[in-house]
Nanobody, 124 residues
Framework: QVQLVESGGGLAQAGGSLRLSCTTPESTFDSYVVSWFRQAPGKEREFVAALRRPGNPYYADSAKGRFAISRGNVRNTVYLQMDTLKPEDTAVYYC??????????????????WGQGTQVTVSS
């Protein structure tokens, strides 16, 4: 079983930046698609970004140009760099791993393992 831990959330002002990390002490992410999702109170869980091989990182429209997902030098670490934050980005952010095909990469039901989430709050 893959255990995932997110960190790096916190409070930021609009226009600021945060860097989230997702790690697993149990294995590497080599054989999985690794994605970030977010969920605001009262809203559905929303896809944000994914790393996949082969292929380039894949982003939701809301993240394009502002967020970047990347794999760290340590093979069991994935980051989400969030720049130009907006109040609308406020949510609990989750990392998840699975093996979705590209057409299903935005669907949270396609992911096997989830972290506990890290809160991101962006003030105006």
């Amino acid at each position: 079983q893959v255990q995932l831990v997110e960190s790096g959330g916190g409070l930021a002002q609009a226009g600021g930046s945060l860097r989230l990390s997702c790690t697993t002490p149990e294995s590497t992410f080599d054989s999985y698609v690794v994605s970030w999702f977010r969920q605001a109170p009262g809203k559905e869980r929303e896809f944000v970004a994914a790393l996949r091989r082969p292929g380039n990182p894949y982003y939701a429209d809301s993240a394009k140009g502002r967020f970047a997902i990347s794999r760290g030098n340590v093979r069991n670490t994935v980051y989400l760099q969030m720049d130009t934050l907006k109040p609308e980005d406020t949510a609990v952010y989750y990392c998840a791993v699975g093996r979705p095909v590209l057409s299903s990469i935005r669907n949270p039901e396609m992911y096997y393992y989830w972290g506990q989430g890290t809160q991101v709050t962006v003030s105006s």
